[in-house]
């Protein structure tokens, strides 16, 4: 696919970041037509204006696409749908093409239907259709900008997904901390804990029913908690009242990864989602965690300072072959896996602060995304082509960004309040 | 001997009973001992002067005390075993500069090695409690402080 650079996104920030240049690709987003005619046809429209607007808001927040905003005057009658007048988008430079159309069915549910085009081509990249609730077009608004976005770009979408995070409000002593859990693109927000105990690190199962988390309610000693969204309830991961944290689920959800104190030393364990024995899989003296699967399940990137520094190491699921694959100098914490496999984004410290950076799973390829200085906790979007991340501002407030790894500029990622510690999902089925 | 210890007692108990019987009267002599103080708070104080303080500090990543931490250490060994029934929390810092799971473990390790320290003095491992605030509390990096609960 041919991309045209964005002379808006062109304003790098320091070496690392200008070393590639962005590029969007610039996509129409004309109304959604419909068949329907007379009223049914007018709230037909009514609803295809939401998804319009919806899909243009959820590809906004990409590097990669860029779209036109989207103009009522731009309709067009429902054949056109899969015949675009290629020539009327080409002088208005978009290189992609959605159209689509909104029909109502008889059971109240309405379809969606959703084309994405090449517009230099004139050829059509991919269809699908939806069948959805009358009230429910926003999902059916991210389906459409998941296809449209791996049409462009060849990388899974990442609309249909949840993201958790710490909400904060307040600074300092005065700081309350709640688990949020939002859409990504921040709708249905909802917090899951009070307020009344500090929390950290929440992490969702794969398919978004549970969610393990830090929690200081026990007594004051910080401890891993099993949340199940469904139902509400909730038991601490492992018993016994021996300090644990860094929660991360395996990507098939069956299995738990997280760290645990023994005496003053830290190590890896792992156990099944669903309870039981814990499994020790590291041994070192040193302060082992940050565990983090590969996609496959069965290597695990850790961070350990057995070496006398935080560095990243591999090892097999089963805990043998521990290997450091970080050496430039440094220290280097908070891995976490790509769901592609190819890269491992981490926190590096050095005496300029923290900043995001990604290396290839082999160790080699070392970037860096972000220029700190309070920059923290990476988390991977589903299509392994950005990374959400916590930034601590100067006033003593920490927030969300989203960076990609075309060495375009973070952006702020909106959220009511305050936040750190976000965790990205997968796309939901 | 045994009637020197006898008349001791005696003298003792008369004491005793004799103040028991005339209250609010102006005692002769010195001043008679305070009474046990029994609130958190006062023991807290007390635990704090007489130990030279609560909290004691570390170098940047590390958990390895110092000889200023033993001594302040030492001198909170000393009171804890006489007041074995004051139970305190050991609460662990890391660094503020760290990512956020090192400094939860590198918290929990200092206050570890804390309490191992007071144990090694005679301190019942009953009597201390540890924990981990690593990060999460802002202005006190670098240091573990012993709280009487």
Redesign the interface.
């Known amino acids: 696919m041919k991309k045209v650079f964005a002379s808006l996104l062109l304003f790098g920030t320091g070496s690392a970041a200008t070393a590639q240049q962005p590029a969007a690709t610039v996509l129409a987003i004309p109304p959604l037509s419909s068949p329907d005619s007379g009223d049914k046809g007018n709230q037909m429209l009514a609803i295809g204006w939401n998804v319009t607007q919806a899909i243009e808001a959820d590809l906004r927040q990409t590097a990669e696409v860029l779209p036109l905003k989207p103009n009522r005057d731009d309709y067009y009658p429902y054949p056109e749908v899969t015949g675009p007048n290629f020539t009327k988008w080409r002088q208005a430079r978009a290189k992609s093409l959605v159209t689509g159309f909104v029909q109502g069915r008889s059971d109240g549910r309405v379809t969606v239907g959703c084309y994405v085009y090449d517009v230099d081509k004139g050829r059509e990249l991919a269809r699908k259709g939806f069948i959805i609730g009358a009230n429910d077009w926003r999902r059916a608004a991210h389906k459409c900008s998941g296809l449209a976005y791996t049409a462009i770009t060849g990388a899974p979408g990442i609309f249909d997904t949840r993201i958790a995070y710490v909400a904060e409000t307040g600074v300092g002593e005065a700081r309350t901390r709640r688990i949020a859990v939002m859409d990504s693109d921040g709708q249905d927000h909802r917090y899951l804990t009070s307020g009344d105990s500090m929390v950290l690190t929440p992490r969702l199962a794969p398919k978004g029913d549970s969610l393990a988390y830090v929690s200081f309610a026990g007594g004051g000693r910080p401890s891993v908690r099993v949340l199940n969204l469904d139902s509400g309830q909730e038991r601490p991961l492992v018993p016994g009242d021996a300090i644990s944290f860094a929660p991360r689920f395996s990507p098939d959800g069956s299995r738990i990864l997280f760290s645990m104190m023994l005496g003053a030393n830290s190590d890896i364990y792992v156990v099944p989602a669903t309870g039981g024995a814990p499994r020790r899989l590291t041994t070192s003296p040193g302060i082992d965690t940050d565990p983090s699967f590969s996609p496959d399940g069965s290597k695990i990137v850790f961070e350990s300072d057995r070496g006398g520094s935080q560095q990243l190491y591999v090892m097999n699921a089963d805990g043998t072959g521990q290997r450091r694959i970080t050496f430039a100098g440094g220290w280097y914490a908070g891995p976490s896996w790509s769901p592609d496999g190819q890269w491992i984004a981490f926190t590096r410290r050095g005496q300029d602060g923290r900043r995001i950076g990604i290396v290839g799973a082999d160790g080699g390829g070392e970037k860096a995304l972000t220029s700190g200085p309070g920059d923290e906790g990476p988390t991977w979007a589903a299509s392994s082509r950005e990374i959400l991340f916590q930034r601590s501002l100067g006033t003593g407030r920490t927030t969300l960004y989203r960076v990609a790894l075309d060495g375009s500029d973070p952006r702020e990622l909106a959220t009511p309040q305050g936040g750190s510690d976000p965790d990205w999902s997968g796309v939901a089925e | 001997m045994r009637v020197k210890a006898a008349l001791l007692l005696t003298l003792l108990l008369g004491a005793t009973i004799a103040e028991a019987q005339l209250p609010g009267l102006r005692r002769r002599g010195p001043a008679p001992q305070q009474p046990v103080l029994s609130t958190i708070d006062a023991q807290r104080a007390e635990f704090a002067a007489q130990s030279g303080g609560t909290t004691v500090y570390f170098g940047s990543?590390s958990?390895i005390l110092g000889a200023p931490a033993k001594a302040t250490l030492g001198a909170q060994a000393a009171w804890l075993r006489r007041h074995p029934e004051v139970v305190v929390?050991i609460?662990g810092y890391g660094d503020g500069?760290?990512?956020?799971?090192?400094a939860?473990?590198?918290g929990?390790?200092r206050a570890?090695?804390v309490r191992?320290y007071l144990v090694l003095l005679g301190v019942p491992g009953a009597q201390v409690s540890?924990?981990?605030w690593?990060k999460?509390?802002?202005?006190l990096g670098r240091a573990v402080t012993i709280l009487v609960r």
């Open positions: 990543d958990a929390r609460e500069l760290d990512t956020r799971d090192h939860l473990a590198v929990a390790r570890e090695e191992s540890t924990t981990s690593g999460e509390r802002p202005g």
